[in-house]
């Protein structure tokens, strides 16, 4: 089979570790790139093939293009999603979908109206471990759930450029609360109630604690800052016949089930222990060839309703983006 032609709109950091894998796999090819700085796209498209443009729709349009990888700063999504599918090209966005939960109706009544393939790249849920637990607690496997715990700090206030930057809705809750509170959601969809707190400095949020409870009396918290000198990430479901943990479940392909005081159960999936992103790359460019409009593991509706679940959490920690609402 031929390899996936992508159109890259972004061509930072993660682009580039992407754009790596991509090539290594030998199923993708980038025909096509987009950035700012138009330099800095042609030393990518040097650099991982294809061809640097000077607009966006240039690189969308060029010829051989299967699908496009938005992976631009969170508050450009929506401008080049939107872009993207007004020219009637499939897209993988990168997350969060995009800065609010308006954005996104947009953007989906867009792709519908369209015809056009829409998805959310968020990595973690095309992911064989994340893909597991799901399976062992759909099978039962811990019994009835008593609670849950996500915890997620990793120091991030000394990095320069967008995640400090409230313009380009910088902080703690799109950048890595949103691993777990969409992990939650994917586990057991929207919350009967929601309380959240955090701390705001400089309009960014640098952390937040949040409870999701829900009707069987679960309660799912949640612990997320970029404040903290340690790195920390972990995991632990527990249920009346056992438990499920994963440290640094946002990308490590790795699980654990315990039972009682003996029995361990462990599950890695193929591949380096760090999550890959062809997981989901090779699953899009399946899902477009097949001609699907909605990807069958992050759906559109999942896409909205974290965004949703963000937006009231915003509300509730009293965080506004600069110029973006």
């Not at 950091?13 to 096509?32: C, D, M, T, W, Y």
């Not at 995640?163 to 950048?175: E, Q, S, V, Y």
Request: aromatic content about 12%; some cysteine.
């Amino acid at each position: 089979m031929d390899k996936f032609k992508w159109c890259f709109i972004g061509t930072g950091k993660l682009a580039k570790q992407v754009a790596a894998q991509l090539n290594k796999s030998g199923r993708h090819e980038i025909v096509s790139c987009y950035t700012r700085n138009y330099e800095k796209g042609k030393a990518f498209a040097k650099k991982y093939g294809g061809c640097a443009y000077d607009t966006a729709e240039k690189a969308i349009t060029a010829e051989g293009v299967d699908g496009v990888y938005v992976v631009t700063p969170h508050n450009a999504h929506y401008r080049f999603v939107k872009t993207a599918l007004g020219l009637k090209k499939p897209v993988l966005c990168e997350k969060p979908f995009t800065v609010t939960a308006k954005e996104t109706e947009e953007l989906i009544a867009l792709s519908k109206e369209n015809n056009v393939y829409l998805c959310e790249a968020m990595w973690t849920w095309f992911s064989p471990a994340s893909n597991q637990t799901k399976k062992w607690i759909e099978e039962n496997k811990i019994g009835k759930m008593h609670s849950a715990d996500f915890t997620y700090h990793l120091r991030m206030v000394d990095f320069k450029g967008r995640i400090t930057d409230p313009k380009r809705a910088g902080g703690a809750l799109l950048d890595i609360t949103i691993y777990p509170i969409t992990y939650a959601y994917r586990l057991w969809g929207m919350p009967q109630k929601i309380e959240s707190k955090g701390i705001i400095k400089n309009g960014i949020d640098l952390c937040e604690d949040i409870v999701f409870t829900y009707a069987d009396g679960l309660k799912v918290n949640i612990s997320a800052s970029m404040k903290d000198f340690y790195s920390l990430e972990k995991m632990k479901i527990c249920g009346s016949d056992g438990k499920i943990t994963a440290p640094f479940y946002h990308a490590f392909n790795f699980l654990t089930y315990k039972k009682g005081a003996f029995k361990k159960e462990f599950f890695k999936g193929k591949g380096p222990i760090l999550n890959s992103y062809l997981d989901e790359f090779d699953t899009v460019a399946e899902e477009i060839r097949s001609g699907a409009k909605e990807s069958k593991f992050v759906p559109l509706k999942s896409t909205m309703d974290v965004m949703y679940l963000l937006d009231e959490i915003r509300q509730q920690i009293g965080l506004h983006y600069d110029d973006l609402e």
